[in-house]
């Protein structure tokens, strides 16, 4: 058995935190199954604290250096696991994609409710009372930048993700890491209390949303046509009118969409949604909780020791959906008291969708707008479950929509609503307010009732990547013979 390393998320470290604290009977469970030699615990925030200059990068390196370190760098050459937790694993994918060895050192890369598409609470925290919170009672600044980076919407982190897409790069063909994913929908009880929606929302685990814990996330991309750049601006003016006036707009000549990123043209990374199971806590914590240990563990010893084999990994994608079957069949025989919350509304699935918005040049559309038009046959409409809207506080033009997706019914069981989803238009317009020579050509995406669930699925998110053109008129330069 290969050394397993553990690395814990942002927060966990503190004045009077321990390994026992932060793990708690996690080393001591993988030792008693896999060896007492097998656990390395490299605790990096005791190396780098949480000053609000560092950033994803600086730890990602500081994980660089203790494995070239002389007390690790057997690690290297023999090979290791990884167990991570929330914001660690941004920081290893950071480190797989930085310090790129092929095949990487790592064999079974195993996510503890991994912060990939970020955390509401990453936004909350940015705050000062934030910050004074954790000075006061932890005696740690609040790492203002590693909370930009897992802001939802972050182009930094999306773009991490998305290198794992390029040729050349898979991260089960040539980096040959197989990937793990596991995460509770259960929030703890005194936290419904907290007028904070992040720390109580269905589908995620009191921090992280099941959607943005989900390697298996869609890609899209749409971009201006070849010559679309060529648009009279007689032409760009009669179709922005078109949009102000609200007239439908349906422009299939000078936009192009891509579906290559599609998940279900890639290999599947296993995940599941463990039963009531949140992110921190004694009692269910998904890494120190004591309550849940016989939900988490098993299925973290079958990721540790599944082989590097095609057949075996696609083995444990099919016993993490049977699992998270089972965990779905046990909440739908819960019953709750009339002044209690709604067990099962907990965990109804939810899908997120970020559009980024840019224009040609790379640079965000800080002035950009989404909006979502349900139209023709079905009993639901995308439009009416979108819960919450963020808009990313560094990257203008970056949006991220959450929806809820299933519903439960006492006699019907787990309702899918995508299956039956009117089609839809996503109208995405942009607007340069600071001249009067500068216009957006608007663009119209339609999604077929067939295709919504191509492109939308439970737990997952949606990434669109969009280049809006943005058009001069003729008074920004003109040529003249003289």
């Known amino acids: 058995m290969l050394p397993i390393v553990l690395l814990h998320g942002y927060g966990s470290e503190g004045r009077k935190s ?185 589908s995620a685990d009191n921090t992280v949303r099941t959607s943005a814990s989900n390697l298996n996330f869609n890609y899209i991309t749409v971009k201006p046509a070849p010559g679309a750049h060529l648009l009279s601006l007689r032409a760009l003016r009669a179709i922005n009118e078109q949009r102000l006036d609200n007239e439908r707009l349906v422009d299939r000549e000078h936009y192009a969409v891509d579906l290559s990123g599609l998940a279900s043209s890639r290999r599947e990374v296993p995940f599941t949604v463990l039963y009531e199971t949140a992110h921190f806590g004694g009692d269910i914590g998904i890494v120190s909780g004591e309550k849940n240990r016989d939900r988490v563990m098993p299925l973290v010893q079958q990721a540790l020791a599944t082989p590097h084999d095609a057949t075996a990994y696609g083995a444990v994608v099919a016993d993490f959906h049977a699992h998270t079957a089972k965990t779905f069949k046990r909440v739908a025989g819960l019953r709750g008291r009339l002044t209690d919350w709604s067990k099962q509304e907990q965990y109804e699935a939810h899908a997120q969708i970020v559009f980024r918005i840019r224009d040609q040049f790379g640079e965000d559309v800080a002035h950009s707008d989404v909006t979502f038009k349900s139209r023709g046959v079905g009993t639901y409409r995308l439009d009416r479950m979108i819960e919450d809207k963020h808009e990313n506080g560094k990257n203008p033009g970056t949006v991220t929509f959450y929806l809820r997706t299933q519903k439960f019914d006492r006699e019907e069981g787990w309702q899918d609503l995508l299956g039956d989803t009117q089609r839809l238009e996503f109208e995405i317009t942009g607007e340069e307010p600071a001249s009067e020579d500068i216009r957006y050509l608007p663009l119209t995406i339609e999604i077929s009732q067939a295709n919504m669930p191509k492109l939308l699925q439970n737990f997952r998110t949606t990434l669109v990547d969009v280049t809006l053109l943005r058009l001069p008129s003729n008074q920004v330069l003109s040529l003249t013979k003289g």
């Open 18 to 202: 321990s390994a026992k604290k932060i793990y708690g009977s996690l080393p001591d469970e993988l030792r008693k199954a896999f060896g007492e030699g097998a656990v390395v615990d490299i605790n990096l925030s005791r190396w780098i604290s949480l000053n609000d200059g560092i950033a994803l990068d600086d730890v990602s390196l500081a994980l660089e250096r203790a494995l070239t370190s002389s007390r690790y760098k057997a690690l290297l050459h023999s090979g290791f696991h990884v167990v991570i937790h929330s914001t660690g694993t941004l920081v290893v994918r950071n480190w797989i994609r930085l310090y790129e060895r092929k095949p990487s050192p790592i064999a079974n890369l195993v996510h503890l409710a991994g912060a990939q598409f970020g955390s509401g609470l990453a936004h909350v925290g940015q705050g000062q009372l934030s910050r004074w919170g954790r000075l006061i009672f932890q005696g740690v600044g609040r790492g203002y930048r590693v909370l930009q980076e897992l802001e939802f919407g972050s182009s930094k982190t999306l773009d991490l993700h998305l290198h794992f897409l390029a040729d050349g790069n898979d991260m089960y063909d040539d980096y040959q890491v197989q990937e793990f994913s596991l995460i509770g929908s259960q929030t703890l009880g005194f936290l419904r209390a907290v007028p904070i929606r992040y720390v109580k929302e269905d």
